[in-house]
């Protein structure tokens, strides 16, 4: 599954997550993308080190329900700005989180777009 406009990103992105499809959650970066950890944190970069952040998320069958609130475009980059809810159980029981979102996506040769820059923790 490829994004093919900016306008695309939060649905393939969320489709693919609440899939359980990791592989296809990380084809969706570029290798080396930054994706930020913690609100405040260093980013990590390329999608290994995404795939381990995401292997120890303390939510277990976490669902994301992601919703695009402004989209900017220029050229061959789009910043695609969102809230989003994430539900799924911790040790506790279940558990729930809500965010903002920003991730820089490039167009790329084939004309698809992946995630350059994400930060599921930014503050606006």
């Known amino acids: 599954m490829a994004i093919t406009s900016p306008a695309q990103a939060d649905q393939v992105w969320m489709d693919l997550f609440n899939g359980g499809d ?3 959650l990380l084809a969706l970066y570029e290798k080396d993308a930054l994706f930020v950890p913690e609100p405040g ?3 990590l970069v390329g999608p290994d080190a ?9 939510l277990r069958e976490a669902q994301v329900d992601l919703r695009t ?4 475009e220029r050229d061959q980059e789009a910043l695609v700005y969102s809230d989003y809810t ?13 965010g903002q979102a ?4 490039r167009r790329q040769a084939d ?4 995630l350059a820059f994400d930060d599921p923790f930014a503050q606006r």
Request: glycine share 16%; no cysteine; hydrophobic share 50%.
């Open 86 to 98: 994430l539900s799924g159980e911790d040790d506790d029981g279940p558990a729930s989180m809500e």
């Open 22 to 24: 990791l592989e296809g």
């Open 102 to 105: 920003v991730v820089l996506l």
């Open 69 to 72: 609130q402004r989209i900017f």
């Open 111 to 114: 004309g698809t777009w992946l």
């Open 50 to 58: 995404i795939r381990a952040w995401i292997a120890g998320f303390p």
């Open 41 to 43: 944190g260093a980013p």
